[in-house]
C-alpha cells in the first residue's frame, strides 16, 4: 500500500457561524498525513443547488446532519479506504457515481463535499505544500496562480439581515496590488463606515456576513454612505476602491406576477424597469461587480443585461449557476452573463468545482470564489481561489472569525507565494 493510501475517513456533526449543524470529515492517510474539512451552508440558495441532507424532526430543529455524517461514515468510509487519495478526481467520481442520483440527494452534498475537501487537505498535509501548491499539482489550471481581488460584504441585507435593506450584500472592492494593501484599505474603510452610521443615527450591530445591518432606506444610500467611507478612510472612490453589490433577487422575485418585490423600500420592479434602475447605479456609483441581478429561472433578464451592463462590470451568476457546468455553458452560449460565483457546496465536490472554474476561464467569464452565510474556520475557498488564479474572491466583512479567517489565509498565501 502506498503511503498515500486512505487509512481512514471519519465525519462528524459540528456547528456552523449561524449555530446550526454542520458536517466535519477527517482523512487520514497511511503515512499519518491528516486533516479535517468543514463544509459550509447558505441561506439564500438556489432552487438548482446540490442537495444539503438535514435530519429533519426535533432535534436540532429539523436542522442535523446526522445521516450525511453516517453516509460518510458507513458507506463512503468502507469504500474508499484503502484508495490512493491523490487521485482525488477519480474519487470525487466514484463519490458521485456511488450517490447515483443528478443532485446527491442520496448521501448529499455536504457528505461528499466534506470527503472530497478533506482528501485535498490531507494530501497537502501529505505533500507537505500549502493547500494551493497541492492543488495544482492534482489539477491542471489554464490560468497562473494569482491573489483575488477581494469583494468584502459591509452593508448586509435581505435573507442575511433581516432585510434591513432589500438588496442582500454591498460590497467594498479594494483594488491595490498587494493583498496586505486590498486588506489594510477594506479594514480601514469598515471603521469608517462604523463611525459615519454611528453619527447618522444608525446601528452598527452585523448580519451573517460580519457586515454592518442598518435600516437604510434604499440601496442608493448605501452606495452614498459606501463612498463616503471610502473618502473619509482616505482613499479614491473607483480607484482605489470600487463598489459591488449582490442583489440575490431570486429571493425577491414574484415568478407569477413577473415582479420583483423590493418589500423594505415597498416598491415593485419588472425586469425592464429593474434593468434600468441598474443602468443609474452604474452612472452614479463605480460598481465593478452584480450578482444574481435577476432571478435563477429569469434567462430573459439576464441576457438583455449583458449588452447594457456587462462592458464595464461583472454580471455575476450565483443562483442562476449554482457552480453546475450545464447550467454555466448554456449560459456561455447564450451570453447570459458574464462572471460567475463559484460555491463549493453548490454543486459537491471539488472535482466538480474546478470543472466549473475552467470552464467559465475558458469561455472568458470572470471567477468569483465564494464562502457561504453559514460558514466555519474552514479556509479551503482562500487557496481554491489562489490555485485556480480566480479574478475575485468572495467572503464577507471584515468582521468576525468566519469571514477573517479567510482574509488572514490570504496574507498567509501572499507570503508564500513570495518564497517567504
Ligand atoms: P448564501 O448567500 O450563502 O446564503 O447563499 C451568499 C450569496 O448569495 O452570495
Ligand atoms: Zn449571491
Not at 20 to 39: H, I
Not at 361 to 371: D, I, L, M, P, Q
Request: charged fraction near 25%.
Amino acid at each position: 500500500m502506498s503511503t498515500t493510501a486512505i487509512k481512514s475517513i471519519v465525519a462528524r456533526e459540528v456547528l456552523d457561524s449561524r449555530g446550526n449543524p454542520t458536517v466535519a470529515c477527517r482523512v487520514t492517510l497511511k503515512s499519518g498525513a491528516t486533516a479535517e474539512a468543514m463544509v459550509p451552508s447558505g441561506a439564500s440558495t438556489g432552487a438548482h443547488e446540490a442537495i444539503e441532507l438535514r435530519d429533519g424532526g426535533n432535534r436540532y430543529r429539523g436542522k442535523g446532519v446526522l445521516k450525511a455524517v453516517k453516509n460518510v461514515n458507513n458507506i463512503i468510509a468502507p469504500e474508499l479506504k484503502g484508495m490512493d487519495a491523490t487521485k482525488q478526481r477519480a474519487l470525487d467520481g466514484l463519490m458521485i457515481q456511488m450517490d447515483g442520483t443528478k443532485n446527491k440527494s442520496k448521501f448529499g452534498a455536504n457528505a461528499i463535499l466534506s470527503v472530497s475537501l478533506a482528501l485535498a487537505q490531507a494530501v497537502a498535509v501529505h505533500r507537505r505544500m500549502p493547500l494551493w501548491k497541492s492543488l495544482r499539482k492534482t489539477y491542471s489550471f489554464s490560468h497562473k496562480p494569482s491573489l483575488p481581488v477581494p469583494t468584502m460584504n459591509v452593508l448586509n441585507g435581505g435573507e442575511h439581515a433581516g432585510w434591513s435593506l432589500d438588496v442582500q450584500e454591498c460590497m467594498i472592492v479594494p483594488q491595490m496590488k498587494k493583498m496586505t494593501d486590498r486588506i489594510r484599505a477594506g479594514a480601514e474603510t469598515f471603521h469608517v463606515l462604523a463611525k459615519l452610521l454611528k453619527a447618522k443615527g444608525y446601528a452598527t450591530t452585523v448580519g451573517d456576513e460580519g457586515g454592518f445591518a442598518p435600516k437604510l432606506k434604499n440601496v442608493e444610500e448605501a452606495f452614498e454612505l459606501l463612498v463616503q467611507a471610502i473618502r473619509e478612510a482616505g482613499y479614491q472612490p473607483g480607484k482605489d476602491i470600487a463598489l459591488a453589490s449582490d442583489v440575490a433577487s431570486t429571493e425577491m422575485y414574484d415568478a407569477n406576477k413577473q415582479i420583483y418585490n423590493f418589500r423594505t423600500e415597498g416598491k415593485s420592479f419588472t425586469a425592464a424597469e429593474l434593468l434600468k434602475r441598474y443602468q443609474e447605479w452604474q452612472k452614479k456609483y463605480p460598481i465593478v461587480s452584480l450578482e444574481d441581478i435577476f432571478a435563477e429561472d429569469d434567462w430573459e433578464g439576464w441576457k438583455k443585461s449583458v449588452p447594457v451592463l456587462g462592458k464595464k462590470c461583472a454580471l455575476v451568476g450565483d443562483d442562476f449557476f449554482v457552480t453546475n457546468v450545464e447550467r454555466l455553458s448554456r449560459g456561455i452560449k447564450e451570453k447570459a452573463a458574464n462572471a460567475i460565483l463559484i460555491k463549493l457546496n453548490q454543486i459537491g465536490s471539488l472535482t466538480e468545482t474546478v470543472a466549473a472554474i475552467e470552464m467559465a476561464h475558458k469561455a472568458g467569464f470572470a471567477v468569483s470564489v465564494s464562502h457561504r452565510s453559514g460558514e466555519t474556520a474552514d479556509t479551503t475557498i482562500a487557496d481554491l481561489a489562489v490555485a485556480s488564479g480566480a479574478a475575485y474572491i468572495k467572503t464577507g466583512s471584515l468582521s468576525r472569525s468566519d469571514r477573517v479567517e479567510k482574509y488572514n489565509r490570504l496574507l498567509a498565501i501572499e507570503m508564500e507565494m513570495a518564497g517567504k
